[in-house]
């Protein structure tokens, strides 16, 4: 397997067409040269490349653990050396599964049922989507507070279609229910007391 040339940072096999982003510390790391047989060396380098192209999406943005594997993936045909160099950085605290969980559920609008699918389509365990939904409840009561934000900026439509409308924002039934329950409990008790403020008012009477 010999390099057929190095340009920009990148080098060229012969034998399967492939090209490896590698970095000049990488380079000088295995002293790489045009004409070089790699064929003993060949994991080593895919995988320095693989960690140092692991860190720099990372830098970039949190992904998870099968959205960088995938990214790799792309870049890279030595899959083993990628499965390799993805866990290395999982290992060394980079990719975490759990915290990507925690930040994405508290930075979603959406409900618990859309957000279990989206973080699951990442490649998430259910498992560790729900261990992080219970270390954020313990703390924040924060699909509640999602759920009456949400009514809350819909409250013109009419009822029907808001409970359609929350439903596919991924909120249970039952929860949509009893919030817009307690909401108008909330309203009725409020325009209550106005409306006995306005009749003591009307009669001249005077609470100490």
């Known amino acids: 397997m010999k390099i057929l040339k190095i340009q920009k940072n990148k080098i060229y096999l012969e034998d399967n ?3 490896i982003d590698i970095s000049p510390d990488i380079k000088s790391m295995f002293s790489l040269k045009e004409g070089d047989d790699i064929s003993i060396k060949y994991d080593d380098i895919s995988y320095e490349a693989a960690l140092a192209k692991g860190l720099f999406l990372l830098s970039i943005k949190d992904r998870t ?3 960088l ?3 790799l993936n ?3 045909i030595n899959k083993k050396m990628v499965d390799k160099a993805v866990d290395k ?3 060394l605290g980079y990719v975490n599964d759990f915290d990507y969980a925690i930040n994405f559920i508290r930075n979603s609008k959406y409900g618990y049922q859309r957000i279990v699918a ?3 389509s990442k490649g998430l365990t259910r498992n560790t989507i729900e261990e992080a939904y219970l270390i954020i409840e313990e ?3 924060i699909d509640n507070k999602k759920l009456e934000k949400a009514i809350m900026k819909s409250n013109k439509k009419e009822e029907k279609k808001l409970i359609e409308y929350l439903l596919r924002q991924g909120f249970k039934l039952d929860k949509i229910f009893a919030k817009l329950k307690e909401l108008k409990d909330v309203e009725w008790k409020r325009l209550n007391e106005k409306r006995g403020d306005i009749w003591l008012e009307q009669y001249g009477i005077i609470l100490y």
Do not use: A, G, R
């Open 17 to 19: 067409n492939e090209v």
């Open 65 to 67: 653990k099968k959205n």
């Open 69 to 71: 594997q995938n990214k």
């Open 74 to 76: 792309e870049k890279f």
């Open 89 to 91: 950085l999982e290992q």
């Open 118 to 120: 989206e973080l699951m």
């Open 139 to 141: 703390t924040d009561d």
